[in-house]
């Protein structure tokens, strides 16, 4: 699936991950990228996060534990990010058009 299919999909989904102290947060599916032979999604938290500003996203790399369990890796790499950003903006440009 191409990354146009997978960002006109309708994403209201909420996603339940839990940070390294083991409190659950929610996150809202902002997109799904396909970036360098890998997979990607981008999160914004339901609630605030401490930390974070109301507008910011993370990205996550999403690698398939089994046939129905995916896990999902926060990425630090800033060249990742700037790359699955950067898809993303031009995806977000060609809808509004």
Do not use: C, H, R, W
């Amino acid at each position: 699936m191409s990354n146009k299919e997978v960002f006109e999909e309708e994403v209201d989904e909420v996603i339940i991950l839990k940070s390294a102290d083991g409190e659950e947060i929610e996150f809202e599916d902002v997109a799904s990228i396909n970036y360098e032979d890998k997979f990607y999604k981008i999160l914004a938290p339901v609630t605030p996060v401490e930390g974070m500003q109301d507008d910011e996203a993370l990205v996550f790399e999403v690698v398939a534990v089994d046939d129905e369990n995916d896990q999902f890796n926060i990425v630090l790499d800033e060249d990742v990010i700037e790359g699955v950003f950067a898809i993303y903006n031009q995806l977000l440009e060609e809808t509004e058009d």
